[in-house]
């Protein structure tokens, strides 16, 4: 397309929402709040994934050894751990660091109850699949200089398909969300383009192609999604900022939440686009079924 003839559909489209500026705050009006709903779930969304996610990064396992194991057959022992598929950061904690760290953080003297370091070596697996944790686990079990291996297997059974659960419900709610908030501003659209549908029909008569007709309409579309996309992220990205203020009050709910720089960036890219989609979508739909019940 020429910059001649993108500059003239521009322009068109700008004098359009003006002589029309009865009905443009109507139009913002109603896909700001569209918009805002969806923002509002996005963000709902998101910290749900992130909560998943986060889960899913801090699956370890512990295993603990014997405490005569040699240097030789640990070193052997974690050479193998490392070519297993599923595993990923390994860290060795030896019976004394083990015996530190409970005498900081237990309520009670260590000191005074116990008289030797009863605590093993251990090493502490990440793995990167729920599903590879209990073959993992299983492996290791096996090897020399092995006591136990702990992953808490049946609390992960329990709690595994409820945050598949999630994932699941996040990826068909985002997709519902889309749908209903493309179905509200198409409808909103469509009054607003039957309200000039003699604009239309006069502009078939005089010979203008259907390209030359819808172009205006898909670019207003385009403006009232991008400007409500907007108006909507600059709402909810600000609610969130002032929720998040109160992160630092100690609040458990609120240290699971997701970072606000974070939220901002992937909202803006997913309310802008998805805005932009909704409104050409919108305007198209609508014009489509004026220029196929105009007859030549």
Request: aromatic letters at 10%.
């Amino acid at each position: 397309m020429q910059l001649r003839v993108i500059k003239f559909f521009v322009r068109e489209t700008l004098l359009n929402i003006k002589r029309n500026r009865h009905s443009v705050f109507t139009m913002l009006g109603q896909t700001v709040v569209s918009l805002l709903i969806l923002g509002i779930c996005l963000i709902i969304i998101l910290n749900a994934n992130n909560f998943v996610t986060e889960f899913f990064n801090s699956l370890e396992i512990n295993v603990y050894l014997l405490d005569d194991i040699d240097d030789l057959t640990l070193t052997q022992m974690q050479r193998h751990v490392r070519s297993m598929d599923g595993t990923g950061e390994m860290q060795y904690i030896s019976k004394d660091e083990a015996y530190q760290w409970m005498k900081e953080n237990s309520p009670f003297q260590i000191d005074e109850l116990v008289r030797f370091n009863p605590f093993p070596a251990s090493l502490k697996i990440k793995v990167q699949s729920a599903n590879q944790i209990e073959p993992i686990a299983k492996e290791i079990s096996g090897m020399s200089g092995v006591e136990s291996v702990d992953y808490a297997s049946e609390s992960l059974g329990r709690i595994l398909p409820i945050f598949y659960f999630i994932q699941a419900s996040c990826f068909f709610l985002a997709i519902i969300l889309a749908g209903m908030t493309l179905f509200s501003i198409i409808n909103s659209i469509k009054l607003a383009i039957h309200a000039r549908r003699q604009e239309i029909r006069i502009m078939r008569l005089v010979g203008a192609t259907d390209k030359f007709i819808r172009w205006p309409f898909l670019m207003e579309g385009m403006f009232y999604g991008l400007v409500g996309s907007l108006i909507a992220f600059i709402l909810v990205s600000g609610a969130y900022a002032i929720i998040m203020g109160f992160k630092g009050s100690s609040n458990l709910l609120l240290s699971f939440l997701v970072g606000t720089g974070t939220i901002m960036l992937n909202l803006a890219v997913l309310m802008i686009v998805i805005g932009i989609l909704v409104g050409v979508m919108g305007s198209h739909i609508s014009v489509e079924k004026h220029l196929t019940s105009v007859v030549r």
